[in-house]
Structures are given as C-alpha cells and as structure tokens.
C-alpha cells in the first residue's frame, strides 16, 4: 500500500516539470532558468524514492524467504511432535500391557496362595510345605 502510494507520487513529481515545461505560457527565460534549476532536483528525489522502493521490495523478499523459513521450521517441528507422541503413545500401550500381565500373574499367584491356605488350615500337611507362589511364575 505504501509502495503503491510513494508510486504514484513519484509518478506525479516526474510528469509536473515535463508539463511546466509544456506550457506556453512558461516559455519566458525566467521560467526556463526556474526549470533547469528545478529538474536536477526532481530527479535527485525521483532516484531517492526509487532507491527506497527498491529497498522496500528487497526487504519485503528477505523478509518473505524468513517467513517461509518459519513456516518450514514450524511444520518440522509439528511433525517431529506428532511423531514422539506416537512413540510415547506405543510405550504407554507396551507398558499398561505388560502391566496388566503383571496385575493378572499377580491376581492368580494370590488365588493360588489362598487356596494353599485354606488347604493348610483343613490338614494337609503338604500343602503347608510348598513354597509362596511367585507371580513371575505365572506371567
């Protein structure tokens, strides 16, 4: 919006001597003296604002390939997160799996004690004998 602004400025300051110079009724040697002293100075600041121009554009180029830059950076970082939560996602599932084998080898080593209990307790000697089970035993 700028750019297109100073444009149509600078179109402006450029055109205004060519038509000062145009006009008949500016013809007088006064006029063409004011002219000459004029015209270096209109194009001094028609090459200034053409060199601002040209820095704008150039700024808004870096600043477009920083942006993209950004852009790419910030996808990458997206995508390595989705993968890590993936990765964390498996372990969890590998870990809650080996825990609820670990929560049944538990559970049936208990029930197994239980039952060597009750068996104690009716008489049976053997049965008082035989070591704790070892949930181990049972995954």
């Keep these: 919006m700028i750019a297109r602004s100073i444009l149509a400025i600078t179109a402006l300051i450029a055109v205004a001597p060519l038509a000062a110079q145009s006009s008949p ?18 194009r001094a600041l028609n090459d200034k604002v053409g060199s601002a121009i ?54 049936m080593a208990m029930r197994d004690w239980r039952a060597q209990v009750a068996m104690c307790k009716r008489g049976y000697q053997s049965a008082c004998k035989l070591p704790t089970p070892d949930p181990m035993n049972y995954m």
């Design 25 to 42: 009724a500016q013809t007088d040697p006064a006029h063409q003296a004011a002219d000459a002293r004029e015209v270096p100075e209109t």
């Design 54 to 107: 040209a820095q704008t554009q150039t700024n808004n180029a870096v600043a477009q390939a920083q942006n993209e830059e950004n852009q790419a950076q910030y996808e990458a970082d997206k995508a390595a997160y989705a993968a890590a939560l993936r990765q964390h996602n498996r372990e969890v599932l590998e870990n809650d799996a080996t825990f609820i084998r670990q929560r049944e080898a538990y559970a």
